[in-house]
């Protein structure tokens, strides 16, 4: 029995109290365990011995959603996380390209499992892939992460070593990160390495539901991105809540700044700040960072703007950082180690990169290691993060050029996307269209109608002048 399929087994075995929480009902090991068998025998029965394992999960955000996931790593099948809310051709797409032979979805109120026609081209049952998850790249359809179960089980191990060594454990924690993408897999193994209690919010959006289920449920973790700590901070100072149960805040997918610890602090001042950092094609995370008072004092975790440290690396996990000239401050930093990924599923263009017989992933971030942490300092591709989502600038410009027919280009100003449009006359947005083409997170919040955009002597647009 793999070390992944123990801690679950155990996870439904633990004592009797109250073990997953979503936004209708709470659940016993007892109750949890028979959503799980009901999803076990119906994966068995509808895939076939010989073709894909690849299960794609399109289901609302409830216990059912999880419980999938872990019968999937019971059965040592992978899956693929999709949102029912997704772009249609979007969901298509990762299906095929995933080879998923099943899709578990909600029908008239009804569980089913949908048997498809895609042939294993790219994947076999010896890879052993435990999930694929699609990250956007710099250019082109979005990428399919193959994430292993060696992969996974080495993230869990160099987790609990660092865990059991600082004594940190918590009895609840709080899911409320968007379901595609794999801080739900981190938040997982949390659970299952502290038999901790899973509450799930209604959505990543519905902050009255997270304060709500936190005091309820008295979560005493939540893994959350800068700008949702922001927003939760902004709630918790206008409408005077509060959560006595937090022990953890858990951080990770942007910087974080000093000046959002000091409000975290403020509100939780019995709590620890752990920051993390990690690619998807290395397995969830690979530095951290527990913002100690400290090291907080003397100010070596932060930047010269204020910005926290990405940590170390978490055990097993070996870095080289790579400068272009020799008297760059900075230079890319580079991963290695048995969280690396299988690879892409839907691209033979990427290449490892190898240094002696050591194979290590490029992230494309670029890094300063200084008083032994790393600090991070930018993007080496042209691809941004925009509250924890990944967003192609270009593409978007590219995209809204078709739909509007006329030339725009797409800026990010304080946290914002703006369209700026080129053309003699305003027109109206047609926000379904926009809706069936972009992904929630990639639809401008402002559009401006400019006669004309600003140019360069080039003759290209003047992006720095809109």
Known sequence: MSFLKKLIVEYL??????????????????????????????????????????????????????????A?????????????????????????????????????????FEKKKNRAKNLNNIENICYIIFTSGSTGPRKGVKITYTNLNAYLNSIKK?????????????????????IIQADLIFALLFKSEICVTESPKNFFHLFDLAISRKVE?????????E?????????KIKINSLKYLNSGGELLNIKLVKKMKKYFPKAKIINFYGPTEFTINATWLEVSEKLLKNKSILDEHGN???????????????????????????????QIMKGYINSKNFLFTYFGKNKYYPTGDLVVKKNNLIFYKGRNKDYIKLNGYRI????????????FKKKTIVTLKNKSLIANIETDKKFRINFKILKKNFEFWE????????????????????????
């Open 72 to 112: 999937c790593w019971i059965l040592k099948y992978y899956f693929v996380p999709l949102r029912e809310d997704m772009i249609t051709a979007e969901k298509n797409y990762q299906i095929k390209t995933s080879e998923a032979c099943i899709i578990v979805k909600k029908f008239k109120n009804k569980i089913i």
């Open 13 to 70: 075995n633990c004592e009797n109290r109250i073990i997953f929480s979503d936004y209708e009902n709470s659940y016993s090991p007892k109750s949890f365990k028979e959503k799980v068998n009901f999803f076990l025998i119906n994966l068995r029965n509808n895939i076939s011995s010989n073709g894909s394992r690849g299960v794609a999960i399109i289901l609302p955000r409830d216990v059912n959603y999880f419980a999938c996931i872990f």
């Open 162 to 182: 660092i865990y059991l060594k600082n004594k940190i454990k918590y009895n609840s924690l709080l899911i409320n990160g968007e379901i595609t993408f794999d």
């Open 221 to 229: 973790a939540i893994y959350a991105v800068p700008s949702t700590w």
């Open 392 to 403: 192609n600038l270009n593409s978007i410009s590219n995209l809204l050029s078709k739909i």
């Open 443 to 466: 639809i401008p919040n402002e559009f401006n109608f400019l006669r004309d955009l600003p140019k360069l002597p080039s003759g290209k647009v003047d992006v720095s002048n809109l």
């Open 231 to 239: 927003k939760i901070i902004y709630l918790i100072e206008k409408r």
């Open 308 to 338: 926290l440290s990405i940590g170390k690396p978490l055990p097993n996990v070996k870095i080289k950082i790579l400068k272009k000239d020799a008297s760059d401050y900075y230079g890319e930093l580079y991963l290695n180690g048995p």
